[in-house]
């Protein structure tokens, strides 16, 4: 990559935190305060996942800059708390816009691209494709049909191109450009989208919301080499699968292995829970299915997934079935599964799945040494309920063979009962690596 492509990158996204009655107003009058309300809590999550999406492609820090609500916490706990949150300034668009891009290039950065929430059509690429405009021209702008634009990029602070517009108007794209051609600016020109702001609108949201969810695979692996095929050739080759395997520094062929069959790399300090969420943070699937380097998923999970996982669902699982013949193997099984039907309580073996929003707004795995997906399906079910499915994943029966399946089994419910008890994760590992 050449050193003009590693310029400071900056994406801003304008929003609004959803108070009833203060977003979509033009759309209340057919849709009700409360619907109106929901589209854009669904459309502006939307777009942070296509944002989410960009940034695993492309090195920009992302900003989310809203009006409303009570502050950056309750935005946090709506968009999730890997991104930056700032208030927008008073005045008109504007004016606010003004304000953001001064704050940004104040800030060093050398090309920023802004953005708002109104625009399903915006995907990952147009954006990348907005910064790579701004390598070689003054501002980049992405036309709205109905007279404004959706996005706006610019390599220098130049506010006179907000002074002077009939903001909320279709004059809005037509204005703009004449200040840009009276300054003498470079513009590119992305191609035109519908901005979902009227009823006629909402046909392109009905559209994009009827397009199957892309499930991120996330696979956390140390020294993996004799397991790893299986597990991912149970996953196939679905249109709508991403498939990242996060490396905690393993030495037995793992690495060359993966790297052979062009899968997704990435490299973490030794810790399942810090693997997972390196993963995260670079998976451009709506759902995350978090899935150890020794299960093997069933066939047609990803359908199955996506016929769970609906609004009153906040996460799922599998059944769980363990690969041997052994009795003791199938009370093993019938335990695990009754407990987490019966307690919604899943373990990490049985491929945790759930929304990508959900995962960054309760803040990810918590980086404990162990009893990392315990600690999580607890918040989970503060949250909702957990769905299990009862077609089961196969999972390997290596650490019972290794250990014993009595020890194992009662190794196992002393940490759940320990931890319960406020024992230390960090004592918990020495007791689970005797």
Not at 145 to 161: A, K, S, V
Request: a neutral charge; charged letters at 20%; hydrophobic letters at 45%.
């Amino acid at each position: 990559m050449s050193t003009k492509e590693t310029v400071k990158k900056n994406l801003i996204v304008f929003t609004r935190y959803p108070e009833i009655g203060k977003v979509k107003t033009r759309l209340i009058p057919a849709l009700g305060a409360t619907k109106a309300t929901n589209l854009h809590c669904q459309m502006s999550e939307y777009t942070l996942t296509q944002v989410r999406k960009l940034r695993s492609l492309v090195p920009i820090s992302v900003e989310v800059h809203f009006d409303g609500g009570n502050g950056q916490q309750e935005m946090q706990q709506w968009l999730g708390s890997d991104l930056i949150y700032k208030p927008q300034s008073s005045g008109d668009l504007g004016s606010r816009i003004v304000h953001s891009l001064c704050g940004a290039f104040q800030d060093g950065v050398a090309h920023v691209v802004v953005i708002g929430t109104d625009c399903p059509g915006l995907n990952p690429e147009l954006m990348k494709q907005a910064f790579h405009c701004l390598l070689s021209c003054d501002l980049v702008i992405g036309p709205a049909i109905d007279g404004g634009y959706y996005l706006i990029g610019l390599r220098e602070f130049i506010p006179e191109l907000f002074y002077g517009i009939s903001w909320g108007t279709a004059e809005v794209l037509k204005q703009t450009i004449e200040i840009a051609k009276r300054l003498e600016l470079s513009v590119v020109y992305l191609p035109s989208l519908a901005d979902v702001d009227r009823l006629e609108d909402l046909s392109v949201w009905e559209e994009i919301q009827q397009a199957p969810e892309n499930i991120s695979i996330i696979i956390p692996v140390l020294n993996e080499v004799g397991t790893i095929k299986n597990t991912l050739d149970s996953i196939g080759n679905g249109a709508n699968i991403e498939v990242i395997v996060v490396d905690g520094g393993s030495t037995d062929g793992t690495l060359e292995l993966i790297k052979s069959l062009g899968i997704t790399l990435l490299s973490a300090p030794r810790g399942r829970a810090h693997q997972m969420n390196v993963g995260a943070l670079v998976a451009s699937g709506e759902i995350l299915l978090f899935l150890h380097a020794d299960t093997l998923l069933p066939s047609g999970f990803d359908k199955m997934i996506h016929c769970v996982l609906q609004e009153s669902i906040v996460a799922g699982a599998f059944n769980l079935q363990i690969d041997g013949n052994l009795k003791s193997f199938r009370l093993i099984e019938w335990c695990v599964n009754w407990r987490s039907r019966f307690w919604q309580m899943p373990y990490g073996d049985q491929a945790i799945f759930l929304k990508a929003k959900t995962f960054h707004q309760i803040g990810g795995f918590e980086e404990l040494p162990i009893m990392e997906d315990f600690e999580l399906v607890c918040r989970l079910k503060r949250l909702g309920h957990i769905a299990i499915i009862p077609i089961p994943v196969i999972t390997s029966a290596r650490r019972w063979l290794k250990k014993g399946i009595f020890q194992t089994t009662l190794i196992n419910q002393i940490m759940i009962v320990a931890y319960l008890l406020g024992v230390s994760p960090n004592k918990l590992v020495n007791l689970y690596r005797l």
